[in-house]
């Protein structure tokens, strides 16, 4: 096959590494854990196989640029399969993603498959996919992990993996600080940063440096904490609730306080790559992650012990002892595509044959969003162990901001940051919360 073709562009914002993590209700369903690579899946894959003779090129667009290896592996494997086609990975970071994909498709040359977050960022693509729900695996993908990509009854994106999110915390750290057992209310956290202070250790690591980190995962929390998150958007967007009146937004600015006022480093100088350098070296103990983020931590440091932990706002122990789980990409097929028979062949091999569900299962080490194909328990790593033990347990809550107006996630980011900057108060940050989602709520 000669050099690979999987291109990794890299970004200004390095924290959109992280957007790998998407959009899902909250009562999407686990497989069992196994440590076979396969399941007891009807699909043999031979469906898969594109037709043979007239070379086809399948260019597909992803943003999952923590998988770079990975891609490259299942490049080389597909065409080793199917020589008569030519698979071309373009790995943009999240960041840059949407600007790429805009520019694509309104040049004429949109990718035959491109990933989505799902819910509002899939509505935004939506009149340019193509319906899978006749595909042979949409049968079998989990309870909940179609509704990011779906209209009408109608399933239009094909979800990669489940993932999830929390705070990610260096166990010997904790040890050393004499930290037995884990936060699950604000109360006991602040225990935990006076233990880890008192031992030497800076107890965070912020990547605060871009409008990312703060606008998505730290946002998400005291949305996705709400009684009835769609409900809560739905009372914003008709006025009968604002976010400075809105439950637990003002708890959850204690954590963030407590985060940017404990860090290892000025804040804002923390882009994620530093983040991720940073935290393996052992220069904090907490900071944010999830599984998307272990293959770039355990390259830095594959002796760190590392774990997910959850971010509690108040000392509401049932509430906070949580962490954030999803679909983490969907891949959608361009409806306009030349190729799209060749697409969808490509996704029916990934799910149901042997080796596309060993890639998936051991080589990207994701939790499968498919009912026959349980997730390897030796090859998810220390993160998404602890990640399935929570789904596992049921303590989840959804990625809220997949629902967002679009834009809001970056203003909300941007406020955060300026308050961390000293240039405005808690208070005006509630306040510009409000104004951007009356902006941008259409």
Same mark, same amino acid.
């Given at each position: ?53 007239? /070379? ?10 923590? %998988? ?7 490049? /080389?494997?597909?065409? =080793? ?44 693509? %939506? ?56 936060? =699950? ?20 690591? =912020? ?37 400075? /009146? ?75 002892? /949580? ?48 009912? %026959? ?11 998404? =162990? ?57």
């Amino acid at each position: 096959m000669g050099k690979s073709k999987v291109l990794f562009k890299v970004a200004a914002l390095c924290t959109a590494v992280m957007v790998v993590v998407a959009g899902c209700s909250t009562n999407v369903a686990s497989n069992d854990s196994a440590t076979s690579t396969t399941g007891a899946s009807t699909n043999t894959g031979a469906s898969a196989a594109p037709a043979s003779g007239e /070379k086809v090129t399948l260019k597909l667009l992803l943003n999952k640029t923590e %998988s770079v290896e990975s891609f490259k592996v299942l490049e /080389k494997e597909y065409e =080793t399969e199917f020589p008569n086609v030519d698979l071309q990975i373009d790995l943009t970071m999240g960041s840059e993603f949407g600007a790429a994909l805009k520019t694509r498709f309104a040049s004429g040359q949109g990718p035959d498959i491109f990933s989505s977050a799902g819910y509002k960022d899939f509505e935004l693509w %939506s009149e340019r996919v193509e319906d899978l729900s006749a595909e042979p695996w949409v049968s079998d993908v989990v309870d909940g992990a179609s509704d990011g990509a779906s209209i009408d009854g109608k399933l239009y994106g094909f979800p990669l993996s489940i993932d999830g999110y929390g705070f990610m915390y260096n166990k010997d750290l904790f040890a050393k600080a004499g930290i037995t057992e884990l936060p =699950t209310t604000f109360t006991a956290l602040k225990e935990v940063v006076s233990k880890l202070k008192a031992a030497d250790i800076a107890p965070f690591i =912020t990547p605060f440096g871009e409008w990312y980190t703060p606008g998505v995962f730290e946002a998400n929390n005291p949305v996705a904490k709400q009684v009835d998150p769609d409900q809560f958007f739905a009372d914003l967007s008709s006025g009968a609730i604002t976010i400075p /009146k809105a439950p637990l937004f003002d708890d959850w600015l204690n954590l963030f306080e407590l985060e940017f006022k404990n860090a290892h480093k000025e804040p804002l100088s923390i882009d994620y790559m530093t983040m991720v350098t940073d935290f393996a070296n052992g220069e904090g103990a907490i900071t944010n992650g999830c599984g998307c983020s272990q293959p770039l931590v355990l390259a830095a440091n594959p002796d760190i012990n590392v774990g997910v932990m959850p971010m509690p706002i108040n000392d509401d122990a049932v509430l906070n002892d /949580k962490i954030f789980v999803g679909v983490s990409t969907y891949l959608l097929v361009n409806k306009d595509s030349k190729v799209k028979d060749a697409a969808k062949s490509f996704l029916t091999w990934l799910s149901s044959s042997k080796e596309g569900q060993r890639l998936i299962t051991e080589e990207f080490a994701y939790i499968p969003a498919f009912k %026959s194909m349980p997730s390897n328990a030796e090859k998810l790593g220390p993160l998404g =162990t602890d990640i399935k033990k929570y789904i596992d347990e049921g303590k989840t809550l959804g990625l809220e901001y997949n629902k967002y107006p679009e834009g809001l996630s970056t203003e909300w980011g941007s406020t955060l940051q300026k308050w961390v900057a000293g240039e405005i108060n808690r208070t005006q940050v509630l306040e510009e919360f409000q104004a951007s989602w009356v902006k941008l709520d259409k």
